[in-house]
T-cell receptor, first 112, second 114 residues
Framework: EAQVTQNPRYLITVTGKKLTVTCSQN?????MSWYRQDPGLGLRQIYY?????VTDKGDVPEGYKVSRKEKRNFPLILESPSPNQTSLYFC???WGGGLGYTFGSGTRLTVV | TQLLEQSPQFLSIQEGENLTVYCNSS?????LQWYRQEPGEGPVLLVT?????EVKKLKRLTFQFGDARKDSSLHITAAQPGDTGLYLC??????????????FGQGTILTVHP
């Protein structure tokens, strides 16, 4: 089944403790992207990647890192999480950035 | 940051009614995408429109891209309770390294009552 898989689905962590949210797609898509969704603010793009080793900032990149060492994987790294990073996070992939994305099921992160 | 204004934010209607959701911007997009999202799940792509003036139909849903590629609309005919959900529009910028950049509207929460 063609899909984008994120892990974990739920995560509660403490301020300052580094964490990684994994994302993997099995569709051989070139483009991958991370979003956060917050009430009243909608979906906002954090980072996106157009291919292996090619990444660029979205609208809200502060406090996040990404890497694209393999085509199928695009992990999101929070080096020092803070409570304002509590959110619902989505990973997505696409053949081409303008063609529409397939989204994962989301990761609900709480930073206390 | 390009802004996509989506309206209305909330829509509560009776089964069988028609409705239209609008997505407007002052920026030109290479494509406009519409998604539907259920609670606790990721958005699911409904359609992508890429040509100014383009109209696409998906059963009872009709999507239109404005001639200037700055706006789009989603029209649902004879809404059903199964149409209930969050509808999102998203614009992709044209060309270069910005091609992967996607801007979402705030979303329209649609509730269709039986």
């Amino acid at each position: 089944e063609a899909q984008v898989t994120q892990n974990p689905r739920y995560l509660i962590t403490v301020t300052g403790k580094k964490l990684t949210v994994t994302c993997s797609q099995n569709m051989n898509h070139e483009y991958m992207s991370w979003y956060r969704q917050d009430p009243g603010l909608g979906l906002r793009q954090i980072y996106y990647s157009m291919n292996v080793e090619v990444t660029d900032k979205g609208d809200v990149p502060e406090g996040y890192k990404v890497s694209r060492k393999e085509k199928r994987n695009f992990p999101l790294i929070l080096e020092s999480p803070s409570p304002n990073q509590t959110s619902l996070y989505f990973c997505a992939s696409s053949w081409g950035g303008g063609l529409g994305y397939t989204f994962g099921s989301g990761t609900r992160l709480t930073v206390v | 940051t390009q802004l996509l204004e989506q309206s209305p934010q909330f829509l509560s209607i009776q089964e069988g009614e028609n409705l239209t959701v609008y997505c407007n911007s002052s920026s030109v997009f290479s494509s406009l995408q519409w998604y539907r999202q259920e609670p606790g799940e990721g958005p699911v792509l409904l359609v992508t429109v890429v040509t100014g003036g383009e109209v696409k139909k998906l059963k009872r849903l009709t999507f239109q891209f404005g001639d200037a590629r700055k706006d789009s609309s989603l029209h649902i005919t004879a809404a059903q309770p199964g149409d209930t959900g969050l509808y999102l529009c998203a614009g992709a910028k044209a060309g270069g390294t910005s091609y992967g950049k996607l801007t979402f509207g705030q979303g329209t929460i649609l509730t269709v009552h039986p």
